[in-house]
C-alpha cells in the first residue's frame, strides 16, 4: 500500500464571482521511505497540493488516501488529529518561540501528548542530537545561526515520529552554503532513518537532493521522475 495516494484532485478557491483552478488532476502515489520534491514556477500549485498533503485543507474534488485511509472527507478535528499524529512541518520560516530555548521549542508539540516531563525532555534532546545540535538545549532562537534555528524547527518537526515530514521553502531564508548544510540533514534523515520527506523548492540545486522530482504547471504534474543524479537505492530484503 502507497504511503500516499492522490486519486484526481483538484483545487478551486472562489475569489468573489471568480473561481481559482489551483490543482487541476493530480494523481501521485508515493511510498514510504521516498523522498520527492516539488518544482514549479509561482502560482502553479505547490502550496496548494502541500495543504492538501498536510491535512491543512481538503481537495474539492477527488481522493488523497494517506496510509489507505481516505482522508479527503474528514472534518476539522479529525484532519488536526492526523496531522498532530503523523505529520512534521518545516517551513521558510522557522516559526521558534523567541523566549523558549531550544530544548523547550522541541518539546512543544510533545505538550499535547500525556508524555511524562521527564522522557518528553529526553525525547526533545534526542531529536536535537539528530540534527547536529547537542549541547545547543538551552540557546534562546536569537543565539543561534539561521541554520541552527531550522535545525531546531526540524527536531521539533521529529518529535512525535511523524510518517511524513513536509518542508515549504525550508532553504529559502538561508545562504546558499547553509542551505546546503541543511538538505544533506534532510538526506541523511531519509537515507538512514527512511524518513519520507516532501518538500517544496524554487532551487534545482536544492531539488538535487531528493529521489523524485515532480514539476507543476498551471495546477497540472507535468512531469515526474527519479532523480537521475541519485543511486538506485539497494532492494531491501
Ligand atoms: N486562499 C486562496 N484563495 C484564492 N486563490 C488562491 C488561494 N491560495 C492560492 N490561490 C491561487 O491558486 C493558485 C496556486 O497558488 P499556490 O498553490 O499558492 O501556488 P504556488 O505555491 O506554486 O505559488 C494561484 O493562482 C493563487 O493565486
Ligand atoms: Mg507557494
Known amino acids: 500500500m502507497a504511503l500516499i495516494r492522490l486519486h484526481q484532485v483538484a483545487k478551486t478557491y472562489s475569489r468573489g464571482v471568480y473561481t481559482v483552478a489551483a490543482l487541476r488532476d493530480i494523481n501521485l502515489e508515493l511510498e514510504k521511505g521516498e523522498f520527492l520534491s516539488i518544482m514549479g514556477p509561482s502560482g502553479s500549485g505547490k502550496s496548494s497540493l502541500m495543504?492538501?498533503?498536510?491535512?491543512?485543507?481538503?481537495?474539492?474534488?477527488?481522493?488523497?488516501?494517506?496510509?489507505?485511509?481516505?482522508?479527503?472527507?474528514?472534518?476539522?478535528?479529525?484532519?488536526?488529529?492526523?496531522?498532530?499524529?503523523?505529520?512534521?512541518?518545516?517551513?521558510?520560516?522557522?516559526?521558534?518561540?523567541?523566549?523558549?530555548?531550544?530544548?523547550?521549542?522541541?518539546?512543544?508539540?510533545?505538550?499535547?501528548?500525556r508524555l511524562a516531563a521527564s522522557l518528553r525532555s529526553v525525547r526533545a534532546r534526542q531529536a536535537l542530537a539528530q540534527v547536529g545540535l547537542a549541547g545547543r538545549?538551552?540557546?534562546?532562537?536569537?543565539?543561534?545561526?539561521?541554520?541552527?534555528?531550522?535545525?531546531?524547527?526540524?527536531a521539533r518537526a521529529l518529535i512525535n515520529n511523524p510518517v511524513?515530514?513536509?518542508?515549504?521553502e525550508?532553504?529559502?531564508?538561508?545562504?546558499?552554503?547553509?542551505?546546503?548544510?541543511?538538505?544533506?540533514?534532510?538526506?541523511?534523515?531519509?537515507?538512514?532513518?527512511?524518513?519520507?520527506?516532501?518538500?517544496?523548492?524554487?532551487?534545482?540545486?536544492?531539488?538535487?537532493?531528493?529521489?523524485?522530482?515532480?514539476?507543476?504547471?498551471?495546477?497540472l504534474i507535468i512531469s515526474d521522475h527519479p532523480n537521475p543524479a541519485m543511486p538506485v537505492r539497494p532492494a531491501r530484503s
Open 137 to 154: 538545549e538551552e540557546h534562546l532562537p536569537s543565539e543561534l545561526s539561521g541554520g541552527e534555528q531550522q535545525r531546531v524547527a526540524i
Open 51 to 113: 495543504h492538501i498533503l498536510g491535512c491543512l485543507d481538503t481537495p474539492s474534488q477527488g481522493q488523497f488516501y494517506l496510509e489507505g485511509v481516505d482522508v479527503s472527507s474528514l472534518d476539522r478535528d479529525a484532519l488536526a488529529q492526523i496531522r498532530n499524529e503523523k505529520i512534521g512541518f518545516v517551513f521558510q520560516q522557522f516559526y521558534l518561540l523567541p523566549r523558549l530555548s531550544a530544548l523547550e521549542n522541541v518539546e512543544m508539540p510533545l505538550l499535547y501528548t
Open 164 to 168: 511524513l515530514l513536509l518542508a515549504d
Open 170 to 219: 525550508p532553504t529559502g531564508n538561508l545562504d546558499t552554503a547553509t542551505g546546503l548544510e541543511i538538505m544533506a540533514l534532510f538526506q541523511q534523515l531519509n537515507q538512514e532513518q527512511e524518513l519520507t520527506i516532501i518538500l517544496v523548492t524554487h532551487d534545482p540545486d536544492i531539488a538535487a537532493f531528493s529521489s523524485r522530482l515532480l514539476m507543476l504547471r498551471d495546477g
